[in-house]
């Protein structure tokens, strides 16, 4: 199947379309049609079930606006760019490592420099798409993803559209940690939308501008705290590691979850993730042949990740991220905590107090304001600092501390320097986090890829898309055969009673049997119930499921107990067909 097959297919059947069509559309924004919006939200709650309320975590909904500096702490002003290069003939701008990959045999350019790119670009004769304008020479730059607004009237309050939902559970760590009663370990999710201003939008809903993210922020004491992994130990993942990348022979390296971790492929907790991933992924319906973990290499890792690892499937040909696993170490904790008048450490309490040596200063101000001024506040707090880091440095008869840029002698008497015993009963903790970090919208678009399927039915060819039940939008389509003696009244009525049960259902009753079959096929309904002339008589329907197009009778009366028991994997369609053992 061709990207252009499937974006069709869902422009058609309502699962998603380019925004303001009417309008000429606008690059990077998709609307989710009917089908599309359910299917988005079942995958959306499969994802709550496996990594938040079986894994124990809570939910926040934070703003999806937020103050400059937020951003400045976390070093997204400074670091979130992606590169740009602008034909000099027609204006268009081009994200230059996609223009890499699209026409040379390198498959990761994002971890190449800046320079580099620009003498592939030149080497390789590459031209704009636009307009064909050679792009040799041309000088390619940093381009910041950020979208920026304005907090209320003016311009005095500026703030940026979030570019991950996980910067709004971070600043609130103080709060939640108050929550979570101060005791690590404990896992805050979000799913909402995020906005990155793409430079060259593409491949549908695979990159665009606003999208919605799927993110958990699991908070550990790295000192402590280890994953249950026998909970995943024996789940084999296909591993693609950075040495291996960059090997010209480089191959997939297949591992359980418990022997990339003693052979120290992947970090303890990332690989736990690893492991809760795939079972979450295969349980929606993507293709396992089809999926890999993808090691970032060293030049392309975010400047947050101590390690990191994409979830990547592959659909007509490319491979797409999914999913990032990063451990964040203490990256965004630290910085918030730099920046901003809050603490965001969590205090542990000792068993027992523990007798340490703790050196402190106690700076003889009648002498530092004199001799330095206005800087004397600020000599005092280094000379403070200094005494936690390296208290060998009073060891001499005087003290050099540097502030704002310039350094500053002080005699070591005029310090206060002194070091005491003292009883601590606890100590504070910055935590580290694990992130496994979903885009939705990549993984709705992997399992719309991979669940479409053609084969041939009485000489025609049927187009279907073969959705697992958990997630398909449609579960059950109701047929009259004809709209004629009850047979109307009747399908309407268990129309009505399956609604009732929970089940989301579609009724159809235009054109003839095979044709409306023929539709919900496409549409990725798993079964379909037809009420004939026999429903009246025996109260039994004719019930169909999808892939292998079988029929069998079952009583109206057990509907909703059957499709219900077929729904949550209590049994197949299969086992419903076989023949009932002889007695």
């Known amino acids: 199947m061709s990207r252009n097959d499937l974006v069709e297919l869902a422009k058609r059947r309502g699962y998603f379309f380019q925004s303001a069509g009417a309008y000429g559309g606008v690059s990077g924004f998709y609307t989710y ?30 703003p999806t606006v937020m103050p400059e500096p937020v951003f400045e702490a976390s070093g997204h002003l400074d670091t979130f760019d992606d590169m740009l290069v602008e034909c000099p003939e027609c204006g268009e701008s081009h994200r230059a490592d996609h223009l890499v990959e699209d026409n040379t045999d390198i498959e990761e350019a994002e971890s190449i420099s800046i320079p580099d790119i620009e003498d592939l670009i030149a080497e390789h004769e590459l031209v704009c798409p636009n307009c064909g304008t050679e792009l040799g020479g041309v000088p390619v730059e940093d381009f910041n993803l950020m979208f920026e607004t304005n907090i209320g009237p003016g311009d005095s309050s500026p703030g940026y559209l979030r570019p991950e939902t996980a910067q709004g559970i971070f600043v609130e760590f103080p709060q939640l940690a108050e929550y979570a009663r101060n005791q690590l370990p404990f896992g805050i999710t979000q799913i909402g939308k995020a906005y990155r201003n793409e430079i060259s939008p593409r491949k549908s809903i695979v990159r665009v501008r606003e999208f919605t993210q799927a993110e958990l922020e699991h908070f550990i004491d790295p000192t402590e705290d280890v994953p249950d992994l026998d909970r995943v130990a024996d789940v084999e993942l296909k591993l693609y590691p950075a040495d291996e990348q960059e090997k010209d022979d480089g191959d997939y390296v297949y591992k359980t979850v418990e022997e990339a971790v003693e052979e120290d492929i992947v970090h303890e907790w990332v690989a736990y993730y690893l492991g809760v991933g795939k079972q979450w992924y295969e349980s929606i319906g993507v293709d396992m042949d089809r999926f ?28 797409i991220e999914i999913t990032g696993f990063a451990y964040r170490s203490d990256y965004d904790l630290s910085k918030h905590d730099e920046y901003s008048d809050d603490d965001f450490t969590i205090f542990k309490q000792y068993d027992e107090p523990k007798v340490v040596e703790r050196a ?24 403070e600092l200094l005494a936690e880091r390296d208290r060998a440095a009073f060891e001499d008869d005087e003290v050099t ?23 601590e009963t606890g100590e504070h903790v910055m935590p580290h986090v694990v992130e496994p970090s979903i885009g939705i919208d990549r993984v709705v678009y992997t399992v719309l890829a991979h669940a479409y399927g053609e084969d041939e ?35 309407r009525e268990i129309t009505e009673d399956l609604r009732a049960a929970g089940f989301d259902v579609t009724y159809d009753d235009s054109g ?9 096929d496409e549409v990725g309904t798993p079964f379909c119930v037809t009420v004939d002339y026999e429903a009246l008589e025996d109260d039994t329907v004719t019930l169909r499921e999808r892939d292998s197009t079988e029929q069998i009778r079952v009583p109206i009366a057990d509907l909703p107990d059957l499709l219900g028991d077929l729904r949550e994997g209590e049994t197949t369609f299969a086992e419903l067909d076989a ?3 002889e007695q």
């Open 579 to 581: 023949p009932a053992p």
């Open 512 to 520: 003839n049997i095979g044709r409306r079959y023929r539709r919900q």
């Open 292 to 319: 890999r973990y993808r090691q970032h290499l060293a030049g392309e890792r975010a400047h947050y990740a101590a390690d990191c690892w994409d979830a990547e499937s592959e659909v007509d040909g490319d491979w």
């Open 33 to 62: 049609g009917p089908q599309g919006a359910t299917l988005k939200q079942n995958v959306e709650n499969t994802w709550r079930e496996r990594f938040q309320i079986r894994e124990g975590h809570r939910e926040i909904d934070s």
């Open 401 to 423: 501390v540097e502030v704002g840029g310039e350094e500053y002698a002080i005699p070591t008497e005029k310090t206060g320097f002194s070091v005491e015993e003292q009883k």
């Open 457 to 491: 039915i009485e000489g025609e060819t049927r187009k279907r898309l073969s959705l697992e039940p958990e997630v398909a939008p449609t579960f059950v389509g109701v047929f009259p055969l004809m709209e004629k003696d009850g047979m109307g009244e009747t399908a």
């Open 360 to 383: 402190t200063v106690d700076p003889d101000m009648s002498y530092l304001g004199p001799e330095f001024g206005g800087e004397a506040g600020d000599v005092a707090a280094e000379l």
